[in-house]
């Protein structure tokens, strides 16, 4: 508890240090699509990564370090909108790294009996998985403290079952909340989400069964079935699936007349409804509490957010 307390004071000065910089440099202006009207800095989730750093150091864990760069690579982003295929090589080469640091890579590797033409395969799909992950992440922050709030339930859950250096992290998460709670005087931007959900699916991807491992992905079933369901139907609908729009789910509940604090409530609550279900029972239950969450969002979808068709 010490060391989230610590992270948790460490992380509110490290805020009010960096805050007027971002305030001068990285406003994030409103665009038809946002969900803010008045001008917000950005960039505030490159604290996820500094406080990150010094838990790699103290834990003797280098899955954050990994996934680093891609903080880095976001506050570029976030300052100068960098070309999508940068963005795409940094994520690829970055689940590359994760994928080789990943435990259960290896004993899933070892159910093909040497069958190299399956293990490449088997890379490949999971590697574009781990990129979908990241970019699922990343598009879930577009209301104010959704996806830090989910993120925080998320991490907590992987500190129990897998290591308590995701503490820090915690910590960081919690101090950063307020700032980005609505209405938000601080968004993390890509250098926070993209960060995140590396950190997120590397921290799964050493789980110590496959079991605790799907456990751990039904836990963000709020996050990754938006984002999921969303790319689906662009791609139905014959949509550029990669253009920016409006019609995530949460965007859609928020356009309806639902306040940002009450929809990202209802995915904050969604997520401690699996993570409670996970630990105090085990994984199976978790998917029926995960699919429970998505018949209630094919509910919401259907009756109370804006029509998709008419959102973008």
Known sequence: ??????????????????????????????????????????????????????????????????????????????????????????????????????????????????SNLLIILFAIIAILGIIAFINFTNFLDGLDGLLCGCMIIAFSVQSYFISPSLLPLIGALIAFLPWNWSPAKLFMGDSGSLFLGATFIAYALNAYTLEHFFGLILIVTPLWSD????????????????????????????????????????????TVFISVVLVSLNTFYALVASLLVIGIGIYLDKFVAVKFSKSF
Do not use: W
């Open 227 to 270: 984002a999921f369901f969303c790319v689906i139907r662009r791609f139905i609908n014959k949509q550029n699936i990669f253009t920016p729009h409006k019609l995530h789910l949460f965007q859609r509940l928020n356009q309806s007349g639902l306040s940002h604090t009450k929809v990202s409530s209802i995915y904050i609550f969604a």
């Open 1 to 114: 508890m010490l060391i989230l307390f610590s992270s948790i004071a460490f992380t509110t000065v490290l805020i009010f240090l960096i805050y007027p910089f971002l305030k001068r440099y990285f406003l994030d202006y409103p665009v038809p699509r946002s969900s803010h009207s008045i001008p917000t800095p950005k960039g505030g989730g490159i604290v996820f990564a500094l406080i990150g750093i010094i838990s790699s150091l103290f834990f003797k864990n280098n899955l954050i370090i990994i996934c680093l760069p891609l903080a880095i690579i976001g506050l570029f982003d976030d300052k100068y909108n960098l070309q999508r295929r940068i963005r795409f090589l940094a994520q690829f080469i970055i689940s590359i790294l994760i994928l080789k640091e990943s435990s259960l890579f290896l004993v899933v590797v070892n159910l093909f009996n040497g």
